[in-house]
C-alpha cells in the first residue's frame, strides 16, 4: 500500500510527512469499518440470544473438523448469514455509493444530465423493502444461510449463496455496479476479520444486554 502512494503521489505531495498522512486516512478509511461492523454484531447478539445457541454449534463443529483456517471461515454459513443481516438492517450510512461529478458533467441515457460538480449516490432503502425481503424489517439472522444448512456441497454453489460481502442490487453496504467486486470467503480481508471476531467472541463469553448498557 505505501508502495502504490509514493508511486501515485505528485513529486510535490512525495514527502514524509504527506505519505504520513495519506497512510493513516488509509487506515482508519479500513479499520473503522471492520471495528463498527464488529459492534452492530454482537449488539443484535444480545437483542436476539435465540441465535447464541444454533451459531455457537455451528462454530465449535467447524473449528474442531477445520481449525481456525480461512476454509473454516467458507464453512460458518449460519455466521455468515447472521453478519449479512446485521448488515443489512445496521449500516452505517443511509446512503450508498456516493460519487461527485468530474470532467464536463454526465449525461443518462435518458437524456439527464448531472454538471460537474454534483453529488449523486443510491439510497439504501431496498434493504427494507417488502418487495426484496419477506418481513424486512424483522431481523432474521439466519435468513441467507436457510437454503443451504446441511447442504455438505453447499461450497461448489458459490453462485447461488449470498455472502456477507456479496454485492447485489437488494443488497447495496458495498456498492454495486461494474467497479465492484464481491469477494466470497476467504479472500477479502474484511470478512476475513470480522468472523475470526465474532466468532471468538461467541466461543469464550456469555453475552448479554447488560454488556452494553454502557455504550447506549
Same mark, same amino acid.
Not at 482508519?28 to 452492530?40: K, R, V
Not at 447464541?52 to 464453512?75: N, Y
Not at 439510497?123 to 418487495?131: A, F, K, L, N, S
Given at each position: 500500500?505505501?508502495?502504490?502512494?509514493?508511486?501515485?503521489?505528485?513529486?510535490?505531495?512525495?514527502?514524509?510527512?504527506? !505519505?504520513?498522512?495519506?497512510? %493513516?486516512?488509509?487506515?482508519?478509511?479500513?479499520?473503522?469499518?471492520?471495528?463498527?461492523?464488529?459492534?452492530?454484531?454482537?449488539?443484535?447478539?444480545?437483542?436476539?440470544?435465540?441465535?447464541?445457541?444454533?451459531? *455457537?454449534?455451528?462454530?465449535?463443529?467447524?473449528?474442531?473438523?477445520?481449525?481456525?483456517?480461512?476454509?473454516?471461515?467458507?464453512?460458518?454459513?449460519?455466521?455468515?448469514?447472521?453478519?449479512?443481516? %446485521?448488515?443489512?438492517? /445496521?449500516?452505517?450510512?443511509?446512503?450508498?455509493?456516493? *460519487?461527485?461529478?468530474?470532467?464536463?458533467?454526465?449525461?443518462? /441515457?435518458?437524456?439527464?444530465? !448531472?454538471?460537474?460538480? /454534483?453529488?449523486?449516490?443510491?439510497?439504501?432503502?431496498?434493504?427494507?423493502?417488502?418487495?426484496?425481503?419477506?418481513?424486512?424489517?424483522?431481523?432474521?439472522?439466519?435468513?441467507?444461510?436457510?437454503?443451504?444448512?446441511?447442504?455438505?456441497?453447499?461450497?461448489?454453489?458459490?453462485?447461488?449463496?449470498?455472502?456477507?460481502?456479496?454485492?447485489?442490487?437488494?443488497?447495496? *453496504?458495498?456498492?454495486?455496479?461494474?467497479?465492484?467486486?464481491?469477494?466470497?470467503?476467504?479472500?477479502?480481508?474484511?470478512?476475513?476479520?470480522?468472523?475470526?471476531?465474532?466468532?471468538?467472541?461467541? !466461543?469464550? *463469553?456469555?453475552? /448479554?444486554?447488560?454488556?452494553?448498557?454502557?455504550?447506549?
Amino acid at each position: 500500500m505505501l508502495q502504490w502512494l509514493i508511486e501515485g503521489a505528485p513529486e510535490s505531495e512525495q514527502g514524509t510527512d504527506a !505519505l504520513v498522512l495519506r497512510m %493513516t486516512e488509509v487506515n482508519m478509511s479500513g479499520l473503522h469499518t471492520t471495528g463498527a461492523t464488529l459492534y452492530e454484531c454482537l449488539f443484535r447478539l444480545v437483542m436476539h440470544p435465540e441465535h447464541i445457541p444454533e451459531l *455457537r454449534q455451528e462454530i465449535e463443529h467447524t473449528i474442531a473438523q477445520k481449525g481456525w483456517t480461512k476454509v473454516a471461515m467458507a464453512k460458518l454459513v449460519k455466521l455468515d448469514s447472521f453478519m449479512r443481516e %446485521t448488515h443489512r438492517l /445496521s449500516g452505517t450510512t443511509l446512503v450508498s455509493m456516493g *460519487r461527485k461529478v468530474v470532467g464536463k458533467g454526465f449525461t443518462f /441515457s435518458n437524456g439527464l444530465h !448531472l454538471p460537474a460538480g /454534483s453529488a449523486v449516490g443510491i439510497p439504501e432503502t431496498p434493504h427494507m423493502d417488502e418487495r426484496e425481503y419477506e418481513n424486512a424489517l424483522v431481523f432474521d439472522g439466519f435468513r441467507f444461510s436457510r437454503p443451504f444448512e446441511g447442504d455438505e456441497e453447499m461450497d461448489n454453489k458459490g453462485s447461488k449463496r449470498k455472502y456477507f460481502a456479496t454485492a447485489s442490487a437488494d443488497y447495496l *453496504r458495498f456498492g454495486y455496479g461494474h467497479g465492484v467486486v464481491s469477494f466470497p470467503p476467504p479472500i477479502d480481508v474484511h470478512e476475513a476479520n470480522v468472523p475470526y471476531s465474532v466468532l471468538g467472541a461467541f !466461543l469464550r *463469553r456469555t453475552w /448479554s444486554r447488560s454488556h452494553f448498557v454502557l455504550c447506549l
